[in-house]
């Protein structure tokens, strides 16, 4: 368990809707991560954070925004979510420095887009 | 070409046999390896990491790195109904840089039949 919540944990939206998920972690880690899930894509990094209000661009992330500010929270928003978007979102904290780190996940936000 | 890849199977073996699962990476100077258990609508585990060449091993699992031919590869010894999942290799590029963000494969899933 790598103290990582995330929510909602199911989330059904209309087209062009606002949506925000949350992560939330309780170790204070530094680097936090937005990924997604698709069938036959693996997972994907959309967004990443260094610090509070330090954050970068992934593979995917046209249509996505992030937050960070508070060490513990990263906020994925889809400011008008598209049927594109309906994925599982997953949330994950690095651990270690160095060759030596890794990467955590949380239980996942799984969100349809109708 | 993808960045990594993975048979994304089914594999299928009996019970106490040994499972093997297969990756290869495009970018050669990748430094760290992982391999993630993740079963049905649940999150991505980490079950082993690697970062030098030849063969690592943790209980049941053995993990072995081929940085000259890039290839890695985790070996399931007396596999069990219980692992029954889909198993996804990430990788560490070089490009990753301060993000230390990972490259997935699409992940391979592995049926042990009792």
């Known amino acids: 368990d790598a103290g990582i919540t995330q929510s909602p944990r199911h989330k059904v939206t209309e087209t062009g809707t606002p949506v925000t998920l949350r992560c939330h972690q309780t170790?204070?880690?530094?680097?936090m991560y937005w990924y997604r899930q698709d069938p036959g894509h693996g997972l994907r990094l959309i967004h990443y954070?260094?610090?509070?209000?330090?954050?970068d661009k992934g593979e995917v992330s046209d249509g996505y925004s992030v937050s960070r500010s508070k060490t513990e929270d990263f906020l994925l928003t889809l400011e008008s979510a598209t049927s594109s978007q309906t994925s599982v979102y997953f949330c994950?904290?690095?651990?270690?420095?160095?060759?030596?780190?890794?990467?955590?996940f949380g239980p996942g936000t799984r969100l349809t887009v109708l | 070409q993808k960045e990594v890849e993975q048979n994304s199977g089914p594999l299928s073996v009996p019970e106490g046999a040994i499972a093997s699962l297969n990756c290869t990476y495009s970018?050669?100077?990748?430094?760290?390896f992982f391999w993630y258990r993740q079963y049905s609508g649940k999150s991505p585990e980490l079950i082993m990491f690697?970062?030098?060449?030849g063969d690592k091993e943790d209980g049941r699992f053995t993990a072995q790195l081929n940085k000259a031919s890039q290839y890695v590869s985790l070996l399931i010894r007396d596999s069990q109904p219980s692992d029954s999942a889909t198993y996804l290799c990430?990788?560490?590029?070089?490009?990753?840089?301060?993000?230390?963000?990972?490259?997935f494969g699409s992940g391979t899933q592995l049926t042990v039949l009792p």
């Open positions: 970018d050669r100077g990748s430094q760290s």
């Open positions: 170790e204070n880690h530094r680097y």
């Open positions: 690697i970062y030098s060449n």
């Open positions: 954070s260094y610090g509070v209000k330090d954050t």
């Open positions: 994950a904290i690095k651990r270690g420095t160095g060759s030596t780190d890794t990467q955590y």
């Open positions: 990430a990788v560490r590029p070089i490009s990753s840089g301060s993000a230390r963000q990972l490259t």
